[in-house]
């Protein structure tokens, strides 16, 4: 079955910076897109990065663009989102997901993903 299990969340002050660890089990494919979201009180679950691992394309939202930098560790089967430049309004919790398709374009849609994590909270305070 396959897992995956998120770390790293913590209470951080605005400027600051964290780093999102999702380990990955049951799921050795060479080829597959990685993902993370976010999901804040009483908001719609947003995509915030991806990575396609056979060539190491990633994509990411507008708000995140030139903070938020995510990679995979192929040997560890480990997914990071390293997040510099934090501000309140990331404050939210955030999952990891993974899967082999992913239409084109759609690449930060939650839907388009079967397998999640639970999820790991960061909170940005002013």
């Known amino acids: 079955q396959v897992q995956l299990v998120e770390s790293g969340g913590d209470s951080v002050q605005a400027g600051g910076s964290l780093r999102l660890s999702c380990a990955v089990s049951?799921?050795?494919?060479?080829?597959?897109?990685m993902a993370w979201f976010r999901q804040a009180p009483g908001k719609e679950r947003e995509g915030v990065a991806c990575?396609?691992?056979?060539?190491?394309?990633?994509y990411y939202a507008d708000s995140v663009k030139g903070r938020y930098t995510i990679s995979r560790d192929n040997a560890k089967n480990t997914l990071y989102l390293q997040m510099n430049s934090l501000k309140p309004e990331d404050s939210a919790m955030y999952y990891c997901a993974t899967d082999l398709y992913v239409v084109p374009g759609d690449f930060l849609d939650p839907a388009e993903y079967t397998y999640w994590g639970q999820g790991t909270q960061v909170t940005v305070s002013s």
């Open positions: 049951e799921f050795d494919y060479s080829s597959i897109y």
């Open positions: 990575i396609y691992t056979d060539d190491g394309t990633t």
